[in-house]
């Protein structure tokens, strides 16, 4: 499965003071357009680079998620809320990066799929040993998918130690039903 995309163009003047303007304009699409965790390319449209040109999936073309996204509140050990409003990805970022721990999707080695690699003990830790594969997979040829897949496979599970993620509709019902 492939995503259908859109080309959008940036001014790549607003990026000037930037080392890494193509990395800086893919990290303000990304949190403009809700797709923290993608994949994006970025690249610029000729040798005056003047204008930068950036893949998207096509519902994320109107400058936000798609209304079909589903949003994502994450709640600490204590109930608090730490964030809300996130699409899948955020709401995996949050849970799997709690206090100083890392994650990433790596190809796998037989070239079926991605994985999830995770961190056992914290940076902050002396036990830190660095990632690990974890026993979150997916099948899927394509990146993008492969990590919707994985994210929503983190969210479903309760992690030990680790932040909850419910639906914003579900967390606003809960209040709801709390009378808050």
């Not at 799997?96 to 003990?121: M, N, S």
């Not at 036990?127 to 897949?149: C, F, I, K, R, W």
Request: with cysteine; charged share 30%.
């Amino acid at each position: 499965m492939t995503t259908k995309t859109i080309t959008i163009e940036i001014d790549a003047a607003k990026y000037e003071d930037h080392d890494d303007c193509l990395a800086a304009a893919v990290r303000d699409v990304q949190k403009a357009r809700g797709l923290k965790g993608w994949a994006l390319r970025a690249r610029w449209a000729d040798d005056n680079r003047e204008t930068i040109l950036i893949d998207v999936p096509a519902e994320a073309g109107e400058g936000g998620p798609s209304k079909m996204t589903t949003t994502y509140t994450v709640l600490n050990n204590n109930g608090d809320v730490i964030d809300s409003g996130l699409n899948a990805v955020e709401a995996m970022d949050v849970i799997l990066t709690d206090d100083g721990h890392e994650w990433e999707i790596r190809p796998e080695a037989d070239g079926e799929g991605f994985r999830l690699w995770t961190t056992t003990h914290s940076r902050n830790s002396t036990g830190y040993e660095g990632l690990t594969a974890s026993t979150v997979y997916s099948l899927n040829a394509d990146e993008e998918a492969a990590m919707q897949e994985i994210a929503a496979k983190v969210i479903a599970v309760r992690w030990p130690r680790k932040p909850e993620a419910m639906t914003d509709a579900a967390y606003a019902a809960m209040l709801s039903e709390a009378g808050e």
